[in-house]
């Protein structure tokens, strides 16, 4: 029967990894395929290990921790800056509907007709009112619109 | 709604960044770590170049997510899980080659040796690579192997009896010829 497993084979891995075997060991790998197999197995991965030479390739130290700075950075704005996402979409979508709107009123009804009726010193205040809130979030949205392209032009080179 | 910040004013610190590790633990962890991370990633990949960047990467992710409240072990197997889910991810992308010779200057100048175990590395795959370095160069048991990798014992009991075979029947023939 195929054994997986040896109760002894983290102890043949362990003396191959401080030193060497000791003579009772050693006669256990002679007789234990599991642990013939793990010794060979170790010692091809132990010596490309000690083949390395990882010290001189190191990254530095500071290198390292001012890269995640940066990355920290980089997600602490993007974090912060989700609110101004939200309601740039959101500006977008009320121009979006508003400008629907105001277009299939004024094709459904005669726009001269609707220009005479139209009493604008009744309803001025709220005109002026309406008219100030849509200027306001097309000025908005707009200038959101020019700083996202602006910023995304930088990124790259950043 | 913790997570979006005042726009204006200072951004008041989230409980990961009170706690979070300054420049001198991070230095003293590096130092503590970096080398065996490194020649893990140099030894399943091959490439120092590749085993540079995702060194890089791991202490980045690390640092970003900074999880709360662990023991220097558990950290150790934390960095390593990260590099490897790395590994998996380059691998997945198709970014490296499995085995690359590692340039002359990154070997020792014994020829036999650095030949002998070059052939039997290339020829084994990514996942038994990592399964055999962190159980015979990291010494780590089933149960570690599985947190630094995310799999499950079980499975790591089985992937490294086979890995073990193929690793031995590679240098066997050759060793008994000699």
């Known amino acids: 029967m195929n054994r997986t497993w040896c109760e002894r084979e983290s102890d043949v891995v362990q003396c191959l990894r401080t030193g060497s075997l000791s003579h009772e060991l050693h006669d256990h790998v002679l007789s234990c395929v599991v642990c013939a197999e793990a010794r ?40 912060a800056t989700r609110p101004l996402i939200f309601m740039r979409a959101l500006s977008v979508v009320y121009v979006v509907f508003s400008a629907a709107w105001f277009l299939q009123y004024f094709w459904r ?30 000025i908005g949205a707009a200038y959101l619109l020019h700083d996202s392209r602006r910023s995304a032009e930088r990124a790259p080179s950043t | 709604m913790d997570e979006i910040f005042p726009i204006a004013g200072p951004v ?52 970003v997510r900074q999880p709360p409240s662990m023991n220097d072990e558990e950290t150790r197997r934390y960095l390593f899980r990260i590099a490897t889910n790395l590994l ?5 992308r198709r970014d490296d080659e499995p085995w690359q010779d590692v340039p002359e200057d990154g070997f020792s100048i014994d020829m036999d040796a650095q030949i ?63």
């Open chain 2, 88 to 92: 998996r991810d380059r691998w997945r």
């Open chain 2, 116 to 178: 002998d175990v070059r052939s039997a590395m290339s020829a084994l795959k990514p996942r038994e690579r990592e399964l055999l370095w962190l159980a015979y160069v990291e010494g780590m048991g089933h149960a570690e192997i599985a947190a630094a990798t995310g799999l499950r014992a079980i499975s790591v009991r089985m992937l490294l009896f086979r890995a073990r075979r193929k690793a031995a029947g590679l240098l066997l023939p050759k060793r008994e010829t000699v």
């Open chain 2, 12 to 63: 008041p610190l989230t409980d990961k960044e009170a706690t979070a590790m300054d420049e001198h633990e991070f230095r003293s962890l590096y130092d503590a770590t970096a080398r065996s991370i490194f020649a893990y990633l140099v030894g399943v990949t091959g490439r120092r170049d590749v085993a540079d960047d995702v060194l890089q990467e791991t202490y980045c992710r690390f640092l």
């Open chain 1, 40 to 79: 060979s197995a170790a010692q091809v991965m132990l010596q490309t290990a000690s083949l390395l030479r990882v010290e001189d390739d190191l990254p530095a130290v500071s290198v390292v921790w001012s890269l995640a700075q940066a990355r920290k950075r980089q997600i602490a704005l993007k974090r």
């Open chain 1, 109 to 138: 009804s005669n726009f001269m007709e609707l220009l005479a009726d139209w009493n604008v010193f009744e309803d001025e205040a709220t005109c002026i009112a309406a008219a100030i809130a849509v200027l306001s979030i097309v």
